[in-house]
């Protein structure tokens, strides 16, 4: 990635806090590259050190070493109109909303832009546009406890979005949505992302949200990044332990030991990546092999219109033919897992 199209860069962050058992590194030695325009998920188990490296890019919370730059610029030491300067180029949004219980949906997102000096024409004239974008030209004289979750949310997105950021960053933005919000929120989030071509960045510990937004992701635990790629990478072939163990989790293709018990023969856990998530093999194996296949367990998600499939089957016959299918088999899909 060139650093003329990365538009945040963090070079060997650390961030430490002081407790009474000693130093606390709550980030350790992360550096990134975040690409101009793109949706970046960090992921990982809460505590982990997700929301502290989010903090550092606009400096809420100042990294104890290393450097931030966004849009090429190192921002690591800026202070007072400079720091000003940055926060209302990178807007945020929260889990909790964070939003100002006794002033109206109006006022709350008029708020920033009134902090950035603009004079009351252009805030009347530019709250109507966020209210519209974000789906809640109605609400306007409404207040935040007359809201839903998701409407919250709403909110707190157009307030982000008042002084035109260049940069989007989410700490956890749909953690205390139901799943219906969720998914509203998520392609909201990703329509803005297209039509005003602002970077996004998104904390979350749900691997569900990063596969349906996000083009690339971090994984990241006990303060470190342990793995990076594009999603359908990282769903497909993850490397990491870790990775693993959260992409399993996320496509929950765990068996009951019930559907393990009597079965004949071999029991496979089949991986098809690509093009060949879509081929027939299961149907063409059993033709020429002249085996049984049950298929105890299955399924294909679509990761960037990129087909990625996970099937359990058993498979059953004379054993030279059974080894002959299963040959086949992993000569036809990315992976083959023998089970039992």
Known sequence: MSELNSMIELNDIHVCFPSAKGVIEAVNGVSLKIER?????????????????VRTINLLERPTSGTVRIDGVDVTAFRGAELRGLRLRTGMIFQQFNLIQTKSIFANVAFALKVAGTNKADIDQRVSELLSLVGLSDKADAYPAMLSGGQKQRVGIARALANSPQVLLCDEPTSALDPESTAAILELLKDINRKLGITVVIITHEMAVVKTICDRVAVMKAGEIVETGSVYEVFAQPRNEYTRQLVARTLNLELPP???????????????????????????????FNVQINILHGRIEYIGEHPLGVLIVALDGHAERVEEAVAYISSHTADVEVIQ
């Open 258 to 288: 019930r559907l393990l018990e009597g079965q004949q023969g071999r029991i496979l856990k089949l991986h098809y990546r690509g093009e060949r998530a879509e081929e027939p093999v299961i149907s063409a194996a059993v033709q020429q």
């Open 37 to 53: 325009e793109e949706v970046f998920g960090i992921v990982g188990a809460s505590g982990g050190g997700k929301s502290t490296l």
